[in-house]
């Protein structure tokens, strides 16, 4: 029915959750709402209209588990960007590439994986970076923490319009 858009204290997306939860976290003092919905939710006692957005009041706790290792991973480190050209090229064409290849025994781990455009990663093949003649623009490094993004909430087919500017950031 109405959904809402939580996001970090920093304005960043965190989750999008029902409108149970949203007015629940709203009566503990948990979110602040920064939109609402035109509709109500009424009891005998109180109205409150339904948020569309709102904005966690403290940080989150940090997880202490530790980092997997996956692709998606890999881009969010990397920012959704080739690591040798800095190109943004769109998911489907982002693949990640083997700083030393496999073949002369680099590893499938943070420390020798990067997000490449699929051009970069078929002109470097199955070369050393120094071999194919490229650069990389910055060194891979297993990340202390890493961002919750965009790309990894599930957005519903049809996106209220109130959560718009909160989205594009």
Request: net charge positive.
């Amino acid at each position: 029915m109405f959904t809402c858009l939580l996001l970090t204290p920093w304005m960043s997306p965190h989750a999008i959750i029902d409108w149970q939860k949203s007015i629940s976290m709203l009566w503990t003092g948990e979110i602040e709402v920064l939109e609402s919905y035109e509709e109500e939710a009424r009891s005998p006692s109180i109205t409150i209209k339904f948020p569309a957005v709102a904005r966690l009041v403290k940080k989150l706790p940090t997880q202490r588990h530790d980092l997997k290792f996956s692709r998606s991973n890999i881009y969010t480190r990397d920012q959704f960007s080739c690591q040798y050209c800095g190109a943004k090229p769109t998911a489907k064409q982002l693949t990640y590439d083997h700083v030393v290849p496999r073949s002369k025994g680099g590893k499938t781990d943070w420390h020798n994986i990067v997000s490449a455009c699929k051009h970069c990663n078929t002109k470097k093949a199955n070369k050393s970076v120094k071999a194919a003649g490229m650069n990389l623009k910055a060194k891979p490094v297993k990340p202390k923490s890493l961002p919750m993004t965009q790309r990894q909430i599930k957005l519903p087919d049809m996106v209220p319009t109130l959560w718009l500017p909160y989205l594009n950031r």
